[in-house]
C-alpha cells in the first residue's frame, strides 16, 4: 500500500498542471492556466484531473479542454510510464475523480 505520491511523481504532477501537489489527497481536479507547466500556453484554462491508486501506486492525470481531445497520462511509483492498457482499465465503469 502507498500512502503518498513518489518525488518523481510529484515531478510529473507539476510539469503537467504548473502546480505542486502538496496534500495526501488521492483524487482531485481543478482548473489551471498553466497546462505542461508553461504559463503561455494557448486557451487558458485546462481542467485538470488526477487519481493515485493507493494499492498499486500509480498516478493517472487527464488534462482536458474543450476545444481539444483529453490527454491521460499515468506512471507508477518509480515513476515509469503506465501503459495505455492499464489506464483505460481505470475508466470501465469508474469515475476517476
Known sequence: MYTNLSEIQKQYFYNLCGETHQSSET???F?????YNNEYYKFSPWGFEYFFDVEK?????????????NRIYGWDHRGN???DYIISE?????KVA
Open 81 to 83: 510510464e503506465i501503459s
Open 31 to 35: 482548473k489551471t492556466s498553466k497546462p
Open 57 to 69: 501506486g500509480y498516478l493517472i492525470c487527464i488534462l482536458s479542454h474543450h476545444m481539444t481531445d
Open 27 to 29: 483524487k482531485g481536479r
Open 90 to 94: 481505470y475508466f470501465k465503469g469508474k
